[in-house]
């Protein structure tokens, strides 16, 4: 994205409709979209006479999905960030995880419903709809109304959501007044998706995907501390907001569903995340870790991440690799070490590596005696 403009979005980051208005009409413009019917688009078009829509032309050529995206990743207030945990997918890594979990589930595309529980901007949903798509060949409203279903705290990060998603449509050529979208604002900790009809005939979602919020215990709000204590998973430690989403997951899916995050890997070993490492083992859900080691997913941000994908089928072990984002389409299935739910330390942390690895930092550990023993 271009300097300019990424300074005018940061100039207006605090008035949200504005930032709307700037993006749509930047991408509207560059891309030749012309008499439009939707209504929530055309709201969120400059005047041609407004002196910014007069500023805006010309600094950018070309602004595409992955731009648009982009602003609106920028455009996340700073204390917005912080409390909520937005932060920008790369492309990569939302495509795979969404091709994966598709894959992975035994339904045909028609039928299946897929949902991202803390949307932020819509960016999972957007690759979602457009994998949907190609299986199904279904129009963008049929979809929106019937197969993909968002969930944000922030009424903002909704509003962008709806706009990528409307625009996404008029794109590639549906253009209605209105689309009826299954996007909400709420609290995940207490949002109960069962309350909806067709997600409830279903039985849960058949995926789950996202980026679960990664905000800090210290930054949470005192409503939100509540809520922490209705989950099985945050019993222990100050639990960051990321690690009851994993059991939120789990509880809204469907028992053949599968559920995709890209999340950060301090669970393995925090002390934090005992009560999660137990409620996964103890559950015996199926779990595929890939373990992105010390590689920084995240621009500007300093964060250890993996993949997890997590199906209710039982399983006596979890199958483990490491591996850079920037070959995932690569790794194949003798890449992946299955490890024993009953070798692993719930309470210490888990030890995630090749068997031959975990034999030798065994027999390391038995030997003399412990420096707490001394």
């Excluded at 994998?131 to 993909?148: C, L, P, T």
């Amino acid at each position: 994205m271009r300097k300019t403009l990424e300074n005018i979005i940061k100039r207006h980051i605090d008035n949200p409709i504005l930032i709307n208005k700037i993006v749509v009409t930047i991408f509207v413009t560059t891309n030749n979209l012309d008499s439009i019917k939707n209504k929530l688009i055309n709201g969120h078009i400059l005047s041609k006479s407004d002196p910014l829509f007069l500023e805006l032309m010309g600094i950018v050529d070309e602004f595409n999905f992955d731009d648009l995206i982009e602003a609106f990743e920028i455009a996340i207030p700073s204390k917005e960030s912080q409390t909520n945990g937005a932060v920008y997918t790369p492309k990569r890594i939302k495509e795979f995880i969404i091709k994966k979990t598709l894959n992975d589930i035994d339904k045909p595309g028609k039928a299946v419903i897929g949902a991202d529980i803390s949307c932020g901007c819509g960016a999972f949903l957007f690759s979602l709809t457009t994998q949907i798509r190609r299986i199904v060949k279904a129009s963008f409203s049929d979809i929106y109304s019937k197969q993909i279903y968002g969930l944000d705290i922030s009424i903002n990060s909704i509003e962008r959501a709806k706009i990528l998603l409307a625009l996404l449509a008029i794109y590639e050529g549906e253009d209605i007044k209105k689309f009826d979208f299954n996007l909400f604002v709420g609290n995940a900790l207490n949002f109960d998706w069962m309350s909806i009809d067709k997600v409830r005939k279903n039985k849960g979602f058949d995926i789950i995907v996202g980026n679960p919020p990664y905000v800090r215990a210290k930054h949470l709000d005192s409503r939100s501390k509540d809520l922490l204590k209705n989950w099985q998973v945050t019993k222990t430690g100050n639990p960051d907001l990321y690690i009851p989403f994993f059991e939120i997951g789990m509880e809204f899916l469907s028992d053949n569903g599968v559920l995709g995050y890209i999340t950060v890997n301090s669970f393995f070993k925090s002390v934090n995340a005992r009560s999660l490492r137990k409620y996964v083992t103890e559950n015996e859900y199926s779990l595929t870790i890939i373990n992105f080691g010390h590689e920084q997913v995240f621009h500007k941000k300093l964060t250890y991440t993996c993949l997890c994908f997590i199906s209710k089928t039982k399983s006596k072990f979890l199958k483990y690799t490491k591996s850079n984002s920037h070959r995932l389409n690569e790794i194949q299935n003798k890449e992946f070490d299955k490890i024993e739910y009953h070798t692993l330390d719930n309470h210490r942390g888990w030890l995630l590596n090749n068997p031959k690895a975990l034999s030798n930092i065994k027999r390391i550990e038995s030997t003399g005696t412990p420096l707490g023993d001394l």
